[in-house]
C-alpha cells in the first residue's frame, strides 16, 4: 500500500498564475483533508470531505478550491494564486481511529 | 470554539534526558486525544491516542502520554531521548469523534544535544 500519496512535491507559481495540487489514497477511507503548514502556525484545515462528490469548509477556505469526483482523489485547486499562498500543504485521509498524511508539497508563490 | 495550546515553542534536551512536551486542549465533550510527530521534511507521524479507559496511554518509540481530565491536559513523556527523536511533535484533539476533523496545535519543536 502507497497510503497517501501527493503530486507535486515542489512548486513555484507565479502571482495570479493557477495550478491543482494531486491526492490519492489507497486505504479506500472517506474522510480527505487538506491542510497548509506555515512555521509557528501548525496545521490549519483547507477544505475537506466526507466522502465522494462531498466537500466543506476547513478553517482557511479563501483563495481554494477542492473536488472530490472519485472517492481515492482529492484535489486542491489555486485559481489566482498569492504570495500568502506560500506554504506547505499535506493531504491527509482518515478511518475512525487516526490520520494517515501524505509528504507534503512546498508551494512558493512569487 | 475547540482548541489546542502547546506552551513550548521551542525545547531542548540532552540526549539521555527525559522529555515532557505539554499540551493543553479546551473541548466541551469528551476529548480525542492525539500526538503526532513530523521529522524534517517529513508528514506527520501519530505517535499514540487517547480515545477512552486508562488514561495513561503507550505509544510507538517510547512515548507516552498521561490524559487528565481536571486539568484538560494531555502531556507526552519519554523518559530517555534519542538523537533521533529531533523533531516537531503536534497535539491534537478531534472535534467530531475519533480522528474527524482533527484541531492541532502550533507545535513544538524539539532539539536534543549530544
Known amino acids: 500500500n502507497a497510503g497517501v500519496t501527493q503530486t507535486p512535491k515542489f512548486r513555484v507559481l507565479k502571482t495570479g498564475q493557477s495550478m491543482t495540487l494531486l491526492c490519492a489514497q489507497d486505504?479506500?477511507?472517506?474522510?480527505m483533508y487538506w491542510y497548509r503548514q506555515d512555521p509557528g502556525m501548525g496545521l490549519r484545515l483547507i477544505h475537506y470531505?466526507?466522502?465522494?462528490?462531498?466537500?466543506a469548509k476547513g478553517e482557511v477556505p479563501d483563495g481554494y478550491n477542492v473536488s472530490r469526483l472519485k472517492k481515492q482523489n482529492f484535489l486542491l485547486g489555486l485559481e489566482s494564486a498569492a504570495p500568502s499562498q506560500t506554504s506547505v500543504y499535506f493531504c491527509?485521509?482518515?478511518?475512525?481511529?487516526?490520520?494517515?498524511f501524505g509528504p507534503g508539497t512546498r508551494l512558493t508563490v512569487t | 470554539a475547540q482548541s489546542v495550546t502547546q506552551p513550548d515553542i521551542h525545547i531542548t534536551v540532552s540526549e539521555g534526558a527525559s522529555l515532557e512536551l505539554r499540551c493543553n486542549y479546551s473541548?466541551?465533550?469528551?476529548?480525542?486525544l492525539f500526538w503526532y510527530v513530523q521529522s524534517p521534511g517529513q508528514g506527520l507521524q501519530l505517535l499514540l491516542k487517547?480515545?477512552?479507559?486508562?488514561?495513561l496511554v503507550q505509544g510507538i518509540k517510547g512515548f507516552e502520554a498521561e490524559f487528565k481530565r481536571s486539568q484538560s491536559s494531555f502531556n507526552l513523556r519519554k523518559p530517555s531521548v534519542h538523537w533521533s527523536d529531533a523533531a516537531e511533535y503536534f497535539c491534537?484533539?478531534?472535534?467530531?469523534?475519533?480522528?474527524?476533523?482533527?484541531?492541532f496545535g502550533k507545535g513544538t519543536k524539539l532539539t536534543v544535544n549530544p
Open positions: 491527509a485521509s482518515s478511518d475512525p481511529y487516526e490520520q494517515y
Open positions: 486505504m479506500n477511507h472517506e474522510y
Open positions: 470531505s466526507v466522502g465522494e462528490g462531498t466537500t
Open positions: 473541548y466541551g465533550a469528551t476529548p480525542y
Open positions: 487517547y480515545f477512552s479507559g486508562d488514561t
Open positions: 491534537a484533539v478531534g472535534t467530531q469523534g475519533g480522528s474527524e476533523k482533527l484541531v
